[in-house]
């Protein structure tokens, strides 16, 4: 197999009748989805090179789906952008990504307009869709694809300030998907309900997971993670038999006593990542599920979604730490020490960096080769041949069953909300505010809270405005703290120990 799109031809061919996709007011069967993907494809194909990426700046709806299918037909990569993200952002995303051109949904071109750069080209979904196929076009692109080839391109936080967009190719996805799916034990009759945008890859499995399999995902707007009853009615509704979402998502439900409400009892099976699940939050989960299977995945943006797992097969204590498990098979996953040596399994409560290689590593950061070398390294353990993995930055152990455990951050990044954020980011937007002298962050663990400290002239209340305009709303500090001045360490560098105390 070289191309996903291999997945979604089988589905047209052996169940053309099939709903593939389905939104709030769309379904659309694989015969439906593949024609108007070829549409689409043929559109982008004419107007961009093989392998340029383009923007999809679209709510998480059938049309969505359709469009990054679109540029997969055309032999390019796709990149969501979110709608909330501010101006500023979205233009350093824009300058990093220059895609050929932004499809936009029509409902939201005029904000578009506003968001994105004078020279950026937007194309709306009726141009997108408008096209006759191209059938020799389309074969013409698709004899020239590699299964190196990238096949999208999702942006997380970057310490500069500038975001990184993690480039995974069709050889990577093609790699995990099928193992993933066999692991868990996910078939053709399984019904997916999409938790995670588009442009967050726990929305990989869901979307390439079904197409896989042959089977369907409902796409729940993001709004309706906000009303817990909307969210539960949906669920009911359209009874869904998995769940792949991230964990702040399953704690909103769980917080807001949704089950209190309604329970999707057609839920089989509950794969949960993006950070630490609270085991007080799991055990709500569980006691409105009690048949269902809840598995513990792990895996940063840069290995493909995930390389651990961990199959629930108890009651976790509040002060436990649920295990991340064991790698997928075909994934190399060890751990480092301050040394430099390999820590091994029998070494339970020895703690090490996470590194992780395998054909389901990504291809780097998009148009960013500093930092790509920075992160994708040479095995730390040998250098007998070229064996590059990624240096993840977490710190793990093992415990007496062989099980990774999660520890922390080497650096600090952290996960807030299901989102991988670097602190360094909101500092440098931070210190790009007038009146701002210095700014550290720092992540409260305990209550789940970002907090900012500054030193200067401007207001607490004016800063915390300046920084709705520079960062998505995920990424806002949850308390802003103006200082007379910053503790430094004996070494002059701020003292986030100090700070963590006031």
Not at 113 to 118: D, I, S, T, V
Not at 192 to 217: E, W
Not at 278 to 286: D, N
Not at 464 to 485: C, I, R, W
Request: charged share 25%; with cysteine; net charge negative.
């Amino acid at each position: 197999m070289r191309n996903v799109l291999e997945w979604l031809e089988a589905d047209e061919a052996s169940l053309p009748d099939k709903i593939a996709f389905a939104d709030v007011n769309t379904r659309v069967s694989y015969a439906a989805l593949a024609q108007k993907a070829r549409r689409a494809g043929t559109f982008i194909a004419q107007n961009a090179a093989p392998r340029q990426p383009i923007a999809l700046y679209m709510d998480k709806t059938v049309d969505a789906i359709c469009a990054l299918l679109g540029a997969t037909y055309a032999g390019c990569c796709y990149s969501f952008i979110d709608l909330r993200q501010p101006q500023a952002r979205i233009e350093k995303i824009i300058g990093k990504l220059s895609p050929a051109f932004v499809v936009v949904d029509d409902a939201v071109l005029e904000d578009a307009r506003e968001a994105f750069p004078a020279g950026a080209q937007l194309v709306t979904g009726s141009e997108l869709f408008a096209p006759e196929i191209d059938v020799e076009l389309l074969a013409e692109r698709r004899a020239g694809a590699l299964p190196t080839d990238p096949l999208y391109i999702n942006f997380t936080s970057g310490t500069t300030g500038t975001p990184k967009g993690v480039t995974v190719g069709h050889a990577s996805v093609i790699s995990f998907i099928p193992t993933f799916c066999k692991t868990l034990g996910l078939t053709g009759d399984d019904v997916f309900a999409n938790q995670a945008p588009l442009d967050f890859d726990v929305s990989v499995k869901d979307v390439f997971g079904s197409l896989s399999l042959g089977a369907t995902v409902h796409l729940i707007p993001r709004d309706y993670f906000s009303v817990p009853t909307q969210l539960l009615d949906y669920l009911v509704e359209r009874k869904p038999t998995v769940l792949v979402w991230a964990v702040s998502a399953m704690c909103f439900v769980s917080i807001m006593r949704g089950f209190d409400y309604a329970v999707p009892d057609t839920v089989r099976l509950v794969a949960f990542s993006g950070e630490v699940m609270p085991p007080k939050q799991l055990a709500r989960w569980q006691a409105a599920l009690p048949n269902a299977t809840f598995v513990n995945l792990y895996g940063p943006t840069e290995i493909t979604c995930n390389c651990t797992y961990h199959v629930i097969d108890r009651a976790y204590a509040r002060d436990e730490v649920i295990p991340m498990g064991k790698p997928f098979a075909g994934e190399n996953v060890f751990l480092v020490d301050d040394a430099g040596e390999l820590v091994p399994e029998s070494e339970a409560g020895h703690p090490g960096e996470i590194y992780v290689g395998g054909p389901e590593l990504a291809l780097g950061y998009y148009n960013d080769p500093e930092r790509t070398a920075e992160a994708f390294v040479q095995n730390p353990l040998h250098d007998e041949q070229r064996d590059i993995v990624y240096k993840t930055g977490d710190l793990a152990q093992y415990d007496e069953d062989g099980n990774l455990v999660y520890l922390s951050r080497v650096d600090h990044q952290i996960k807030h909300m299901g989102q991988r954020i670097e602190l360094g980011e909101i500092e440098a937007a931070a210190q790009a505010a007038d009146g701002v002298e210095r700014a550290c962050c720092i992540y409260d663990h305990a209550r789940q809270r970002i907090r900012l400290y500054y030193t200067g002239t401007r207001e607490k209340d004016e800063l915390s405005a300046a920084l709705h305009e520079a960062l998505p709303p995920f990424m806002m500090p949850n308390t802003v703290k103006q200082l007379d001045d910053m503790p430094l360490t004996k070494n002059g560098k701020i003292d986030r120990t100090a700070l963590a105390e006031q």
